[in-house]
């Protein structure tokens, strides 16, 4: 079993940067082969993915994000990453990690002046 925990939301102003983390904890080798990506979720939306990035550190992104997002991961530290570059207030939204069928608790991000 897999527990996946983020963390680095929070406030920032129109053209900020911030970086979401989410730290996996359980079975190495699983966390190890996992595909993982980021979603978000804004009020009154349904969740949309972010971004994704497989076991071969291939990547994808949403048009909306494309330019300005990038998703890494480490895993020597068991770690994904979401750099967010140039932020607006429409990327406002909580943001959830995903590996595999695991769901982490979510962290908010809100832009705005």
């Known amino acids: 079993q897999v527990q996946l925990v983020e963390s680095g939301g929070g406030l920032v102003q129109p053209g900020g940067s911030l970086t979401l983390s989410c730290v996996a904890s359980?079975?190495?080798?699983?966390?190890?082969?996992?595909?993982m990506a980021w979603y978000r979720q804004a009020p009154g939306l349904q969740r949309e993915l972010v971004a994704s990035?497989?076991?071969?550190?291939?990547?994808t992104y949403a048009d909306s994000v494309k330019g300005r997002f990038t998703i890494s991961r480490d895993y020597a530290k068991n770690t994904l990453t979401l750099r967010m570059n140039s932020l607006k207030p429409e990327d406002t939204a909580v943001y959830y990690c995903k590996g595999g069928n695991t769901w982490g608790q979510g962290t908010q991000v809100t832009v705005s002046s």
């Open positions: 990035i497989t076991r071969a550190s291939g990547t």
């Open positions: 359980g079975s190495v080798l699983f966390i190890k082969a996992m595909n």
